[in-house]
């Protein structure tokens, strides 16, 4: 797919109803999904357009907190915002007190999303310690709770995105997805590793074979970590029977690679690689919507973390990323990009 038939949505008002759930893959067991993970700071509404319009079959937003959404805070507001182009999307949610998961998969609710994830996977410090995130395996009970309460609180489906366990003591995955499923739970998604593991590590590819071959686990399992080539999607899809798999850091600066997977899926081989003026205008497509999306000062902020990746293994690539950090003007980044991309002597490193 060449990227100039990609077009973002400015954004707009949500006035439309949520999908049908035989129209959302990753509620299906069998059809192979592949999604956008939600990453803090990364997947707003701009870039889950662009991976949607290049193969992501759902999309979900960045997290969001509970606490924030039910004191209406305007950024909380802002990051729940997406456009029809996006859909199946859910929304995801974390927090660590009943009351506020419950009102916050009400104000959820009504912005009309397809989806209602639940984030009980973060292994970041700030989070765990208000008892969210992954804080909730170390108390299935709390995580049981949690759960129910939110599915209860809306009719639209909900789904969950957790880790193996909190350490490799407390390793109990296929308890909590027969758990989760008994609430109504209708999709579960797994970083394969613990919570103790961080990024560190690989993740533990194996323990989705165990989890699909659960005893009475019917609803669909997602893999997530360590999935950053069409050979893995495929291996993962083809050795372990998983429903879906859920890139998250691959997608950033990459947003072809829901393309590539599904092309190597249907044909068996490998598209060749974007060209450097490939990726220097999808780039620059990209923090055009950033901009339009968030205004110029935070939009330049939100692509900082984008422009590596785009950058990766091109010969003076640092040098460029280092100009384009300095500016805060989305001029200046779009003359450095454009103008880099027509040099006909910069070619990727071997």
């Given at each position: 797919m060449n990227h100039r038939q990609?077009?973002?949505?400015?954004?707009?008002?949500?006035?439309?109803?949520?999908?049908?759930?035989?129209?959302?893959?990753?509620?299906?067991?069998?059809n192979r999904s592949v999604i956008?993970?939600?990453m803090e700071d990364v997947s707003d509404s701009p870039f889950r357009q662009m991976c949607r319009n290049l193969g992501a079959d759902v999309v979900y937003t960045?997290?969001?907190?509970?606490?924030?959404?039910?004191?209406?805070?305007?950024?909380?507001?802002?990051?729940?915002?997406?456009?029809?182009?996006?859909?199946?999307?859910?929304?995801?949610?974390?927090?660590?007190?009943?009351?506020?998961?419950?009102?916050?998969?009400?104000?959820?609710?009504?912005?009309?999303?397809?989806?209602?994830?639940?984030?009980?996977?973060?292994?970041?410090?700030?989070?765990?310690?208000?008892?969210?995130?992954?804080?909730?395996?170390?108390d299935l009970g709390m995580m049981e709770r949690m759960a129910g309460t939110v599915v209860d609180a809306t009719p639209l489906p909900v789904t969950v995105k957790t880790r193996l366990g909190w350490d490799d003591n407390t390793i109990r995955i296929r308890e909590v997805a027969l758990m989760l499923q008994s609430v109504g739970v209708r999709s579960l998604t797994v970083h394969a590793r613990t919570r103790s593991q961080g990024y560190k590590g690989e993740a533990r590819w194996e323990y989705f074979k165990y989890l699909k071959e659960t005893p009475g686990l019917e609803i669909p399992v997602i893999a997530n970590g360590d999935i950053t080539t069409p050979e893995h999607a495929?291996?993962?899809?083809?050795?372990?029977?998983?429903?879906?798999?859920?890139?998250?850091?691959?997608?950033?600066?990459?947003?072809?690679i829901f393309r590539d997977i599904k092309h190597y899926m249907e044909y068996g081989e490998l598209l060749p690689p974007?060209?450097?003026?490939?990726?220097?205008?999808?780039?620059?497509?990209?923090?055009?919507?950033?901009?339009?999306?968030?205004?110029?000062?935070?939009?330049?902020?939100?692509?900082?973390?984008?422009?590596?990746?785009?950058?990766?293994?091109?010969?003076?690539?640092?040098?460029?990323?280092?100009?384009?950090?300095?500016?805060?003007?989305?001029?200046?980044?779009?003359?450095?990009?454009?103008?880099?991309?027509e040099n006909p002597e910069i070619q990727v490193a071997v």
């Open positions: 990609i077009h973002i949505t400015p954004k707009g008002n949500l006035q439309h109803t949520p999908l049908s759930e035989s129209c959302i893959p990753v509620l299906q067991t069998g956008l993970a939600p960045e997290f969001i907190s509970s606490e924030a959404l039910i004191r209406d805070s305007e950024a909380s507001r802002h990051k729940m915002a997406f456009e029809e182009a996006e859909r199946p999307l859910g929304i995801q949610i974390f927090g660590g007190r009943e009351e506020a998961m419950h009102g916050a998969a009400k104000v959820a609710e009504a912005n009309r999303p397809d989806l209602v994830d639940i984030n009980f996977g973060c292994p970041v410090y700030k989070i765990v310690k208000k008892n969210a995130g992954s804080a909730c395996l170390r495929r291996y993962l899809f083809e050795e372990t029977g998983v429903d879906g798999v859920m890139l998250g850091r691959a997608a950033i600066g990459n947003p072809w974007p060209t450097i003026q490939e990726r220097m205008e999808m780039c620059a497509d990209q923090l055009r919507a950033s901009v339009a999306h968030h205004g110029e000062r935070f939009g330049v902020i939100m692509m900082k973390k984008h422009y590596g990746n785009y950058i990766k293994g091109i010969r003076n690539g640092k040098h460029l990323r280092m100009e384009i950090m300095e500016k805060d003007r989305m001029e200046d980044i779009l003359e450095l990009l454009l103008n880099f991309s």
